[in-house]
């Protein structure tokens, strides 16, 4: 059961997810600018739409597969707050992608984006940003999930042992 929402050692679930998931609402977010600055508006603006509802769609298995790894982090540590601080980012950015979403249906229906929803994805795209960096922290930074079974070119050698061999 634990595989099905956390992967398995060295490919865990969540990362590869992340991807779809910040992708398409990268494109939303993209699709949104072009429909404003009338870069073929109307169909700029079906796609920011039903790329905001992909992006919305794809967080399901994202949140729950990230969170699934959330709790076995110790409680209380640096990775922990860094973890807690990511997962309240993009928690904020998905609430704000709803709204514009929401808000901004009429204007999918009509075929131009208004400007509260597009400052809505813009402010998500943002939010989605500021997670997608401590994300990448709790695994570049802490190493998080990371397996650490021999030493890589990637992981150079500390100084002394680097000198007896
Ligand atoms: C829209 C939702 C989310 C997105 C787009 C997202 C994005 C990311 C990204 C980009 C990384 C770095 C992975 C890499 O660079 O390969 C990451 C790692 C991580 N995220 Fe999220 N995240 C989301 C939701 C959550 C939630 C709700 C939690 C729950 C606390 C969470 C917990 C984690 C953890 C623990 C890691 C470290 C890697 C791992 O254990 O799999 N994430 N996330």
Request: glycine share 12%; aromatic share 10%; hydrophobic share 50%.
């Amino acid at each position: 059961m634990n595989v099905l929402f956390r992967g398995l050692p060295g490919h865990p679930l969540h990362p590869p997810l992340t991807d779809a998931t910040i992708g398409a609402y990268t494109f939303a977010t993209l699709m949104a600018v072009l429909s404003r600055v009338g870069v073929s508006e109307h169909n700029t603006a079906t796609a920011w739409w039903l790329a905001l509802i992909t992006g919305l769609a794809l967080t399901v298995p994202t949140a729950i597969t990230g969170f699934a790894d959330w709790l076995y982090i110790e409680s209380g540590t640096t990775l922990w707050r860094t973890a807690t601080f990511h997962l309240s980012a993009m928690l904020t950015a998905t609430v704000v992608f709803a709204i514009a979403a929401g808000a901004g249906h009429s204007n999918y229906v009509d075929g131009t984006v208004g400007g509260g929803p597009l400052v809505l994805s813009v402010i998500g795209f943002a939010l989605l940003t500021l997670g997608g960096w401590l994300g990448g922290a709790l695994v570049f930074t802490h190493g998080n999930r990371v397996l650490q079974l021999a030493p890589t070119s990637a992981t150079p050698l500390p100084k002394a042992e680097e000198e007896e061999a």
